[in-house]
Nanobody, 128 residues
Framework: QVQLVESGGESVQAGGPLSVSCAAS??????????IAWFRQAPGKERDFVAA????????KYAESVKGRVTISRDNAKNTGFLQMNSLKSEDAAVYYC???????????????????WGQGTQVTVSS
């Protein structure tokens, strides 16, 4: 079982940076045995993939809309995942969700159906 708690969401100016975190509580296995991903959902829109990092931290995937502006990382010793966002745009405003899955489930890191564990989300607001 994995419990995920996101934090760090806040209101920021367009063009500014923001880092959000995902703290994991894991039972039965270790945090390092899970792939981690970030998704986001804006009001009235579907949940979209943002970024993912595999269990070892060696593979990262990014949505085209955030490539070059977002960096996903993890600290397995601290059971925490991170999403560093730069040059924020109004279209980045959303609730950001952290998700986890067992590794080697699928090469499709963007498929939210492959992630059984989800946090409650953290709100990111971007003002112009």
């Amino acid at each position: 079982q994995v419990q995920l708690v996101e934090s760090g969401g806040e209101s920021v100016q367009a063009g500014g940076p923001l880092s959000v975190s995902c703290a994991a509580s894991v039972s039965g296995r270790s945090f390092s045995e899970y792939d981690i991903a970030w998704f986001r959902q804006a009001p009235g829109k579907e949940r979209d993939f943002v970024a993912a990092i595999n269990w070892a931290g060696r593979t990262t995937k990014y949505a085209e809309s955030v490539k070059g502006r977002v960096t996903i990382s993890r600290d397995n010793a601290k059971n925490t995942g991170f999403l560093q966002m730069n040059s924020l745009k109004s279209e980045d405003a959303a609730v950001y969700y952290c998700a986890a899955r067992s590794p080697h489930i699928s090469d499709d890191y963007a498929n939210d159906g492959t992630y059984p564990y989800w946090g409650q989300g953290t709100q990111v607001t971007v003002s112009s």
